[in-house]
């Protein structure tokens, strides 16, 4: 069971509930968030005795049995949709949010050229990507600290939003003061460690589904941000793996319905990861509207042919406008719909 405490509990209160779940033999473990702390209770439900009672308590906000995996994250515990604000950008909630911006940052020109194609486009948020996750470690890495100052360079010209991945948690404070939004990648979904540090920076985090993960098991990632004092955080589909190549990776718009039945979060699509090549992001993108995202992100650079990584896939940004016009009657029937 977990006992979710009103959000005015005090250290005292949240010790008198821990020794009366002490009495009643189960272990308490607090877990403290900036909103609310939750006392999850371990111990045999079968043979001890029901923790239902202290949901009697006037600070106990409720008792509830784990049998899923995740309990913030349903929407059986919060109803309506959970929006999120970038520096005045909305995400969730009916509002559809594109992120839009190059696999990597890979020089100050290429990155402020995109940027400032983007803007002129609409797009307020960036994927400002410093440190990137490569399956070989003779691929490029990303330029990591020295992005970092250009991101916020061109943070300071255009006034956008960044959204950078983060793949250890030292990485964590050396962002603090730039990225507006910190990413999980796939291939860190489900690093339990890392999600409690980022966790910890209070900032808004996007969440990728792993290529190999169950909808629970992403769920049950995002319950590990919330449960640690993050609410505000949005889930990427983006692409399974799969044994057909005739797709990068298989985008599955059933996981994104299900997660929207599931959880209040926003839930966003990377079809730029699952095409793994231009021609098929605008079908996978229009697609995923339909299957009810709440936003796109979406690979863009000035260049693609050239680009360091993810070449084939990265739409040109100097077109982007001409992108999101094509979008616009699905953007605007899933507003709508939402
Ligand atoms: C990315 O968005 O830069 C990325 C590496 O994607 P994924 O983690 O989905 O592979
Ligand atoms: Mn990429």
Known sequence: MIIVLKTHATDADIQSV????????????????????????????????????????????????????YKLVSREYHPDDTV??????????????????????ETADQFR????????AGVTLIRAMAFKPRTSPYDFQGLKADAI???????????????????????????????????????????YDLLESVAQARKPVLLKRGMASTVEEWLAAAEYLLVNGCSNVMLCERGLRSFDKSVRNLLDLGG?????????????????????????????????????????VIEA???PNEAYSDAAQQLPSATFKQTLDELAPWIALARASR
């Open 18 to 69: 821990s020794e009366l779940v002490r009495t009643l033999r189960y272990q308490p473990r607090v877990i403290r968030g900036v909103e609310r702390t939750v006392v999850a209770c371990i111990g045999d439900e079968l043979s001890n005795r029901s923790l239902e009672v202290l949901g009697n308590l006037p600070i106990v906000e409720s008792v509830m049995p784990v049998q899923q995996r």
């Open 301 to 303: 650079h000035p260049n």
């Open 256 to 296: 994104v319905a299900v997660a929207k039945q599931e959880t209040h979060l926003p839930v966003l699509v990377d079809p730029s990861h699952a095409a793994g090549k231009r021609s098929l992001v605008l079908p996978l993108a229009k697609a995923a509207l339909g299957a009810g995202a709440d936003g796109l």
């Open 84 to 105: 999120i604000t970038v520096n005045g950008t909305p995400i969730g909630g009916g509002a559809i949010a594109i992120i839009a911006g190059p696999c990597a940052i």
């Open 149 to 191: 100052s250009i991101m916020r360079d061109v943070k300071a010209e255009f006034g956008v939003s960044m959204v950078t991945e983060i793949l250890g948690p030292a990485q964590v404070e050396m962002v603090h003061d730039t990225a507006d939004v910190l990413q999980i990648g796939a291939r860190n979904a489900q690093n």
């Open 113 to 120: 050229s995109a940027v400032r194609d983007l803007k002129a």
